[in-house]
């Protein structure tokens, strides 16, 4: 189902996404911070999903490291790039059209997502979805930050961000920092939480404060 929301996405996909500075310019340091704090928690092979994967940048970024992953994402278009690019990367990827909301079967041993939570109506219940997935122990691993205090800096892409999220922007969180989001997480059940935001000597979004890591697992049912 098309939405402004979806319809604007759809369109960043081919307008340069990939090549904004927290995107592939900052690749290789994603990688060198998070590909050891996740396998260290799940292992080396695990059942990775990436909710509101967009151009499966955390998704390809794992699946390089040898994990299993299932990209999920409410843009068809972000899905189209993040599936040719995972093809011309030799990375063997299920992408999924959905809703953070309505993961897929699980049990997963981790669910990553990152820049997803200020983009949803309910938050608390996706956090719950997520839960719903993984195993027993399981890690969650979410990156954020205050969006609704972004600079993007193109007036263009500005002018299209505020005709797609016009309408919805008064049910939307908007942005999140680790304290709000940690009150969801605890909320959810979820145990041993930690801030990892320290991994990152400067935060990779200078355009947007607040960014943040936060860890945690999944409740031992």
């Not at 996405?9 to 690749?27: F, H, V």
């Not at 590909?35 to 990436?50: H, Q």
């Not at 189209?80 to 990827?93: C, W, Y």
């Not at 993984?134 to 500005?158: H, K, Q, V």
Request: charged share 25%; with cysteine; aromatic share 8%.
């Amino acid at each position: 189902m098309s939405t402004p929301i979806v319809d604007y996405w759809n369109e960043r996909a081919r307008r340069g996404y990939d090549q904004q500075p927290g995107q592939d310019p900052a690749r290789q340091l994603w990688a060198k911070l998070l590909a050891p704090l996740v396998a260290e928690a799940v292992g080396p092979g695990a059942r990775i999903l990436d909710v509101g994967c967009g151009t499966g940048f955390l998704a390809r970024l794992l699946a390089a490291e040898g994990h299993l992953l299932t990209g999920q994402d409410a843009s068809p278009g972000m899905l189209a790039v993040a599936a040719e690019r995972g093809a011309e990367e030799g990375l063997d990827v299920e992408w999924l059209r959905g809703t953070a909301d309505a993961p897929p079967a699980g049990p997963f041993d981790a669910v990553v997502t990152r820049n997803v939570l200020w983009t949803l109506p309910d938050p608390q219940r996706a956090l719950d979805a997520w839960a719903g997935v993984l195993r027993p122990g399981g890690l969650l691993l979410i990156s954020d930050g205050r969006w609704n205090a972004a600079r993007i800096g193109d007036r263009e892409t500005e002018r299209r961000f505020g005709s797609g999220y016009e309408e919805a922007a008064e049910r939307l969180p908007m942005g999140f920092d680790y304290a709000s989001c940690g009150e969801l997480v605890d909320r959810t059940g979820y145990v041993e939480r930690a801030d990892r935001t320290a991994l990152f000597d400067t935060a990779p979004y200078p355009s947007a404060p607040g960014f943040f890591l936060l860890s945690a697992r999944a409740p031992r049912r």
